[in-house]
């Protein structure tokens, strides 16, 4: 295969995935964070088939976006990416097959994918497969860095997620949590549905069991725009003193907030993936509803040392998870 340097890739196109929710964007921020790394004078333009990737351009990580889907030709997208003239061409949308045959006749000089078929390495100069029993953050890395390993330019290093634990040096002051002996953050978000969501009731009962073991204890919550409806059951139920909320804080203001707390307690949503790329205590929780649990977990779980997946009983709504069985797990990471 033909080497090539880090010094010759000055425009690099990507593939976007499909998926428009946070945490499947967040995912891709270590690969992005390398990408820059590696080329840090090259443009990066993204294609995507969802608006909601501007994140990418608005975190720089990306320099362009272009929109691409059904609704328009793919014959002005292969014109679009032939004008574009990529040095480097990455596919991160494996489960759509055009995007294959659109990455052959981009006339990019180097291309790279995660492909679902055999057929679809002929694509390619390097592919890998898709894995779902890989962490999807760790399998976008996976295929970045085996590339440049085998182009001589990069050697793989076992701590994957240190640059995404930088981010927050971008601010110029780290968010204030409210002095206190333990720090516990809630994730109680869920953006795909109701299914994925514990409930803010679940949440503030467990702050309420902490409370009675550990009564200088501090809850952040850091919640979206559809979680302000929970904002006024937080503040019926817990004293001023005993919990802060961030609303819809940047990507560098969630790492500030989660690297001061001592664990995580999150069900199966977009900032849940800042918690686990940070690798510190956290606590999963998943439901049956509308999902088969240890088949998502085993793509968005990080599995560590220092992490816990909890289940609700087989077919049941993760609503049905008791806040006693989660502070059985809580309270032995204070």
């Not at 333009?45 to 320099?63: C, G, R």
């Not at 894995?131 to 976008?140: A, E, F, Q």
């Not at 560590?304 to 309270?331: C, D, G, M, W």
Request: include cysteine; proline fraction near 4%.
């Amino acid at each position: 295969m033909k080497k090539n340097n880090s010094l010759e890739i000055k425009k690099i196109a990507v593939f976007m995935p499909k998926k428009p929710f946070f945490g499947a964007m967040l995912v891709q921020f270590p690969f992005f964070l390398l990408l820059r790394e590696i080329y840090p004078s090259a443009k990066v333009k993204i294609w995507s088939p969802v608006t909601s990737n501007h994140l990418f351009l608005k975190n720089n990580l990306a320099d362009e976006m272009e929109l691409y889907d059904k609704s328009r030709s793919y014959i002005k997208t292969v014109k679009s990416l032939r004008s574009f003239s990529p040095d480097l061409l990455i596919n991160l949308r494996h489960q759509s097959e055009i995007t294959h045959l659109l990455a052959s006749l981009s006339g990019a000089k180097f291309r790279i994918g995660i492909i679902a078929s055999k057929w679809q390495k002929s694509a390619y100069q390097y592919s890998i497969f898709n894995d779902t029993s890989c962490y999807r953050g760790l399998l976008y890395l996976r295929l970045l860095e085996q590339y440049l390993e085998r182009q001589n330019i990069y050697k793989s290093e076992d701590k994957k997620f240190e640059k995404f634990k930088q981010l927050d040096n971008s601010l110029t002051s780290k968010v204030q949590l409210n002095e206190s002996e333990n720090q516990i953050c809630f994730l109680i978000g869920g953006g795909e549905g109701e299914h994925k969501r514990w409930g803010v009731h679940n949440f503030v009962e467990l702050a309420k069991l902490t409370l009675k073991e550990k009564p200088s204890t501090n809850f952040v919550f850091l919640i979206g725009s559809v979680e302000e409806e929970d904002v006024p059951i937080i503040e019926k139920e817990l004293l001023p003193h005993q919990y802060q909320i961030f609303k819809n804080a940047s990507i560098p203001e969630i790492v500030s907030a989660i690297k001061q707390c001592k664990v995580t307690v999150a069900n199966d949503c977009g900032p849940s993936h800042a918690a686990q790329m940070l690798e510190g205590n956290y606590i999963s929780l998943w439901g049956w509803e509308n999902q088969h649990p240890y088949q998502r977990i085993g793509e968005w779980f990080l599995s560590r040392e220092n992490s816990s997946t909890i289940v609700a009983h087989y077919q049941k709504s993760i609503k049905t998870i008791s806040p006693k069985r989660v502070f059985s797990y809580l309270k032995n990471n204070l």
